[in-house]
Nanobody
Framework: QVQLVESGGGLVQAGGSLRLSCAAS????????MGWFRQAPGKEREFVAA????????YYADSVKGRFTISSDNAKNTVYLQMNSLKREDTAIYYC????????????????????WGQGTQVTVSS
């Protein structure tokens, strides 16, 4: 059974940084593409970033491109989301997601493609 546990959320001032972590209990972590999504109050969940099985291909929502960086450590079964230059509009619950993915160099950006989800971690950005 796949379990994903996010950590690293919190309260930060605008312009600050946070690093989210997602620890995955997956025996074959390297076979999974990983993604981060977020849901702000009153809004639908949206794509933030994704990383391929190889770790060499990354994808970002336009709203976070240049500010957020997704990375993974296969030895630790962990995926990270480094968030810099945070804005108030980044306030949301951030979710880690995983999918058993055949494409070694790609990762999906669609929420519906992901099979496993963490419980989420709250990120609040104050002005």
């Amino acid at each position: 059974q796949v379990q994903l546990v996010e950590s690293g959320g919190g309260l930060v001032q605008a312009g600050g940084s946070l690093r989210l972590s997602c620890a995955a209990s997956i025996r074959t972590f390297s076979r999974y593409a990983m993604g981060w999504f977020r849901q702000a109050p009153g809004k639908e969940r949206e794509f933030v970033a994704a990383i391929s099985r190889s770790g060499r291909s990354t994808y970002y929502a336009d709203s976070v491109k240049g500010r957020f960086t997704i990375s993974s450590d296969n030895a630790k079964n962990t995926v990270y989301l480094q968030m810099n230059s945070l804005k108030r509009e980044d306030t949301a619950i951030y979710y880690c997601a995983a999918v058993l993915w055949s494409g070694y160099g790609s990762a999906p950006r669609e929420e519906m493609r992901y099979d496993y989800w963490g419980q989420g971690t709250q990120v609040t950005v104050s002005s």
